[in-house]
């Protein structure tokens, strides 16, 4: 065991969580005033759902034994994770794990790739902004983790004899595929982004979509979550070097100017276009160029990195329209900027790889040929493919059972106070005209303890 | 007396009050308003999808005057608050047939 990769995974871990509610606010700013709250809590119901979820069954299907063809890990394996806590307890290895992934205890992989899982399932819901039930929303992430996520992970983060032991295999994509996607451009960002634009078709479009304005309510949220992505992308790239080296400190720098030059990217596209760059321009550059780096950012130089990352933010930037050409209403562009800016990432890696960066592989610019092209390609569409197509037939499901949208009524009205009961501001001030009514009694003559 | 009503723009709201309190104008009403008149509203660009802005904001300020003082008291408003550009807004008066000042009852222009 390693000390000093096991501090750098925990904390890498601290910070991915932190994305989560950063992406809440991200997201919530760019709803209107009358749905922020029900955008924020479809990310921190994620937080709690698919936490309980990786302790007691997720992490193993995703890191267990592969039961057969890469495609999944044994659920029962590691249920509970109470089988790989353990400790030495004598005077020269106390504290030491006794189950290590790499040279970090298998506790703080578990730790890593917990918040990997959150953040996945919470990108989903900016898709479906403003109209879906809280509780259908709830279910659903409970079943897409089990058949889509968990799985998916399993393919691309599980390596042989790495996590289940020295004989276990792991996934086919990191084993046999042999695709390179250091942390997750397929398993998070093409996943989800096809997810989402399942459920946007499943769920249809907003009322008055293409009709009303739909104007981000509060910009300066939008750029504050964007800021703490990127934060929190540190620990998702470099983190995923699993070590304190010089793996993670390339993928540091890759994931840092890949964002600055996609942010550049976005804003140029939006002056030659439209005439102003815009902060919702920039913020969404930034994560753009995050998404792309996601996959690449062990596989390329840093002026790769340039590179990658500019053409990320004028191709998402374009992408961000296809809704209104074909009509769906991916809400808040999930489509645009997760499944484009992951394809794109996860593809360019075929041509843009340079045997100089840590993953060590020639693409097609740099004399590979293609071999490292297709694998990309196969990789990439195979889970565009599985999570498209199980997200729609779990969103039809749950649209033609328990309903996946609110009412009309509801919907114009606000989500909000439909479906949590609260308003996330009290413009007027001082809305104290009505009643207070407790809703537990409270007791006027209470003893007061000595 | 005359009610004499000013939808202006929010940033003139400053001079226009110290325009009317140099006149000599005791008090007054200021609400946040939204509208458009001739210059209709203005797009805005959101990940590339340009939304029209129909109602833009503006000021709207009311003051009532006795009925000598509402030529100066217009004249004093248009003055100041006037940019010369497109969207600088309205003034209007509108008969008032009483006031009462709510702490002591008087009527009239004693209440002003």
């Known amino acids: 065991m390693d000390t000093g990769d096991t501090a750098w995974v925990l904390a890498s871990a601290a910070l991915v969580l932190l994305m989560t509610p950063g992406l809440a606010f991200f997201y919530g700013g760019m709803v209107r005033t009358k749905s922020v709250l029900n955008m924020m809590m479809m990310s921190f119901s994620s937080l709690a759902i698919i936490t309980v979820l990786w302790v007691l069954y997720g992490y193993s299907e995703a890191f267990g034994d592969d039961v057969g063809g890469g495609l999944v890990g044994d659920p029962s394996q590691f249920f509970g994770l109470k089988d790989i806590i353990g400790i030495g307890r004598g005077d020269d290895n106390l504290g030491v794990a006794t189950h290590l992934v790499f040279t970090i205890p298998a506790l703080a992989f578990v730790a890593f790739q917990l918040v990997f899982a959150i953040i996945t399932v919470a990108l989903i819901s900016g898709a479906i902004a403003d109209r879906a039930k809280f509780s259908t929303w709830c279910v659903f992430t409970v079943i897409w983790a089990t058949l889509v996520y968990f799985p998916v992970a399993h393919w691309v983060f599980a390596f042989d004899g790495a996590t289940a032991g020295e004989d276990s295999l792991g996934g086919w994509i990191a084993n046999r595929l042999k695709a390179i996607d250091f942390a997750g451009g397929t398993a998070v960002h093409i996943n989800a982004g096809a997810a989402g634009l399942a459920l946007a078709l499943i769920i249809g479009k907003r009322i008055g979509f293409n009709k009303e304005p739909m104007r981000p309510h509060n910009l300066t949220l939008v750029m504050l979550g964007a800021g703490l992505l990127w934060f929190g992308w540190f620990g998702f790239n470099a983190g995923s070097a699993l070590g304190a080296n010089g793996i993670a400190a390339v993928a540091w720098v890759n994931t840092v100017t890949a964002t600055a030059a996609a942010s550049l990217g976005w804003l140029a596209t939006e002056k030659l276009r439209d005439g102003h760059p815009t902060s919702l321009g920039a913020a969404s550059g930034v994560v753009a160029g995050l998404v792309a780096i996601t996959p690449a950012c062990s596989s390329v130089t840093p002026v790769g990195a340039i590179i990658l990352g500019f053409l990320a933010g004028i191709i998402c930037a374009l992408a961000v329209g296809l809704k209104y050409t074909f009509g769906y209403d991916d809400s808040l562009d999930v489509v645009g900027v997760h499944l484009v800016g992951g394809l794109f990432g996860t593809i360019a890696i075929g041509f843009l790889a340079s045997a100089d960066a840590p993953a060590g592989v020639d693409g097609l610019f740099f004399g590979g040929g293609v071999d490292q092209l297709w694998r990309q390609c196969v990789g990439a569409f195979a889970v565009l493919a599985y999570s498209f197509i199980v997200t729609y037939i779990i969103g039809f499901a749950l649209h033609k059972t328990i309903g996946f949208r609110i009412s009309e009524e509801d919907e114009i009205e606000g989500i909000d106070y439909a479906e949590h009961a609260e308003s996330a501001y009290d413009l007027i001030g001082g809305s104290g005209s009505g009643t207070f009514r407790p809703t537990t009694s409270v007791k006027t003559d209470a003893e007061v303890p000595a | ?112």
């Open chain 2, 1 to 112: 007396m005359k009610l004499i009503t000013a939808v202006i723009k929010p940033h003139k709201l400053d001079e226009v009050k110290a325009a009317l309190e140099a006149f000599g104008v005791q008090g007054m009403t200021v609400s946040e308003a939204s509208g458009y008149g001739r210059q209709r509203g203005h797009t805005e660009v959101y990940r590339g999808a340009e939304y029209t802005v129909d109602l833009v904001p503006k000021v709207r300020l009311e003051v009532l005057v006795d009925d000598p003082d509402v030529a100066d008291v217009v004249d004093v408003i248009v003055k100041s608050s006037q940019t010369g550009r497109i969207g600088d807004g309205k003034v209007w008066t509108t008969p008032v047939e009483d006031v009462i000042r709510v702490r002591t009852g008087e009527h009239g222009a004693d209440a002003l």
